[in-house]
């Protein structure tokens, strides 16, 4: 979000404040957290990008949702960005009602719980915006279908967060 943050700031900087200087400052600074990004939490040999990373640096290697925000927030390479969606629409990740937050087989994966395998809807539409953004519409429409889906089942009220069973 961060990133999302300078690189619409710099926007707003050059179209609208008529800050060249600023705006330049804005992007070489988002440019910097993206190089740093990708090669803190790329995940070479899964193909995806770390929860997080450890009191020592470490990856932390489950794979979630919060990939999606990444696509969100313009921050994944497009060279690497087909990858990021494979997995969210992986039979791991996706569940046929949304993607789950922690894909089954993680350790930890339970899903009931609400960050460990559960669908939110609302991360889902974070997602599905992201995909499009990335020019991935057809994927972004498998998540609404599958939202809706879910919709039925539930007097067409989504909840907060509902089980990530298939």
Do not use: C, Q
Request: aromatic share 12%; hydrophobic share 40%.
């Amino acid at each position: 979000y961060a990133y999302d943050a300078y690189t619409r700031t710099a926007e707003l900087a050059e179209v609208v404040w008529n800050d060249a200087a600023l705006a330049h400052e804005l992007r070489r600074k988002a440019a910097d957290l993206r190089e740093r990004f990708d090669r803190d939490f790329w995940v070479e040999d899964g193909g995806y990008y770390a929860l997080a990373l450890d009191g020592e640096g470490r990856r932390v290697d489950s794979l979630t949702s919060n990939m999606g925000h990444l696509l969100l927030s313009g921050i994944v390479p497009e060279s690497k960005a087909r990858a990021v969606v494979d997995h969210l629409l992986g039979e791991r990740l996706m569940s046929g009602f949304g993607v789950r937050t922690m894909a089954e087989g993680e350790g930890g994966y339970d899903a009931e719980g609400y960050h460990t395998g559960s669908v939110w809807p609302h991360d889902n539409s974070l997602i599905a915006y992201g995909l499009s953004r990335y020019r991935f519409r057809a994927e972004a429409g498998r998540i609404a279908l599958a939202l809706l889906d879910a919709a039925s089942h539930f007097d067409h009220r989504l909840p907060e967060v509902f089980a990530g069973y298939s």
